[in-house]
């Protein structure tokens, strides 16, 4: 019950928080992905992960740190958006990686594609109201990234557990 939980509450429910946060703040706090990496932890052995594919799904994300870590170094992406690939790579695992991050290219660049466009246009009075709308809207500002990693992870995590997995205990 309690990998049920995990699984189909917790690691979604983070995923909204990260995407929300980065889209609301443009930043996505230390905590929430060390939230998903401790729900990783507890998930493991919760479902009985055993010691192999325990080890590929770490392996998993200490690959994606190294990647985004080096993509954070150029300027590439932000350091929220490296800290959370990796930490939604443990609960992807090797077998989903490519699928995980080719959804997270065909969500992200028209999401990019999208924000830049609007940047060309001045914001509508009403929407001057709203902080997060204008900071969004201000060229300067990067792109919440984190919106499509977090949507990518739902959208392949249950290829990646099985869907027997998501099933009610």
């Not at 507890?42 to 055993?50: D, H, I, R, T």
């Not at 740190?65 to 090797?94: C, E, N, P, Q, Y």
């Not at 080719?102 to 009403?126: C, D, E, N, Q, W």
């Amino acid at each position: 019950m309690a990998a049920y939980l995990l699984l189909c509450v917790v690691f979604p429910f983070l995923m909204a928080y990260a995407a929300a946060s980065d889209l609301l703040t443009m930043r996505i706090s230390n905590r929430v992905t060390g939230l998903v990496f401790i729900g990783f932890v507890v998930y493991a052995l919760a479902s009985g992960m055993g010691w192999a594919e325990l080890s590929w799904h770490l392996a998993a994300g200490a690959l994606t740190l190294v990647i985004t870590f080096i993509m954070f170094a150029r300027g590439w992406i932000g350091g929220g958006d490296a800290k959370l690939a990796a930490s939604t790579a443990l609960w992807i695992g090797f077998a989903h990686l490519p699928d995980y991050f080719i959804m997270a290219s065909l969500l992200g660049g028209p999401l990019t594609l999208a924000i830049l466009s609007v940047r060309t246009h001045p914001l509508p009075k009403l929407v001057l109201k709203l902080p997060f709308a204008v900071h969004l809207h201000d060229a300067k500002t990067g792109i919440p990234y984190g919106i499509a990693l977090a949507a990518a992870a739902l959208l392949v995590l249950p290829d990646a557990v099985g869907f027997d997995q998501l099933a009610l205990p």
